[in-house]
T-cell receptor
Framework: EADIYQTPRYLVIGTGKKITLECSQT?????MYWYQQDPGMELHLIHY???????EKGDLSSESTVSRIRTEHFPLTLESARPSHTSQYLC???????????????FGAGSRLTVL | AQSVSQHNHHVILSEAASLELGCNYS??????LFWYVQYPGQHLQLLLK??????LVKGIKGFEAEFIKSKFSFNLRKPSVQWSDTAEYFC?????????????FGTGTKLQVIP
């Protein structure tokens, strides 16, 4: 059972609307991430955070923004949604594991966004 | 920058058949390797991981993967699949180092097991 929660699971909105996708984790993980997932494509990292007040852009350019005011909360916001933003957005978090400090990711269930 | 290639996009097997999903990565240094699985309607979850040591790693539900460094491969195997293994499988790689390590995913392989 995942300890990372995303809301809403599904969202259909019109062009130009502002939306916020919520992500919360209860594991006390420092690192949090947003990935974008489209069918048949790899997961693309769009934002990540090392901790409170730390946010960075990922590999895939995104018009979305994120904030990290609390350790457990990492919301993603689109100020003006467009059809090109239609996708599945996955939130993940990680602590560090073992001597390598490797990132083992725990994922939320995802938020599927459709912009008409 | 690292990259991951999964050669099979869609695999269909009958129950009890053996499974092998290919995964190759490109990265010049030491890596951590992962397989994640996404069952229908569920979240992505870790299936197994390789950090160091024995290159044959065992995961949940009878899955295993073998790291072959010379081939830059980390193929996933299961001797006998079940209908409940129907899912999408993602291979992932991250550099073996401290600090932030970017995790790069492949495009995924959809496995359909026919009863």
């Amino acid at each position: 059972e995942a300890d990372i929660y995303q809301t809403p699971r599904y969202l259909v909105i019109g062009t130009g609307k502002k939306i916020t996708l919520e992500c919360s984790q209860t594991m006390g993980h420092d690192k949090m991430y947003w990935y974008q997932q489209d069918p048949g494509m790899e997961l693309h990292l769009i934002h990540y955070s090392y901790g409170v007040n730390s946010t960075e852009k990922g590999d895939l350019s995104s018009e979305s923004t994120v904030s990290r005011i609390r350790t457990e909360h990492f919301p993603l916001t689109l100020e003006s949604a467009r059809p090109s933003h239609t996708s599945q957005y996955l939130c993940a978090s990680s602590g560090t594991t073992g001597v390598s400090g490797a990132n083992v990711l725990t994922f939320g269930a995802g938020s599927r966004l459709t912009v008409l | 920058a690292q990259s991951v290639s999964q050669h099979n996009h869609h695999v269909i097997l009958s129950e009890a058949a053996s499974l092998e999903l290919g995964c190759n990565y490109s990265y010049g240094g030491t890596v951590n390797l992962f397989w994640y699985v996404q069952y229908p309607g569920q979240h992505l979850q870790l299936l197994l991981k390789y950090f160091s040591g024995d290159p044959l790693v065992k995961g949940i539900k009878g899955f295993e993967a073998e790291f072959i460094k010379s081939k830059f491969s980390f193929n996933l195997r299961k001797p006998s699949v079940q209908w409940s293994d129907t899912a999408e499988y993602f291979c992932a790689v991250s550099p073996y180092s401290g600090g932030y390590q970017k995790v790069t995913f492949g495009t995924g392989t959809k496995l359909q097991v026919i009863p």
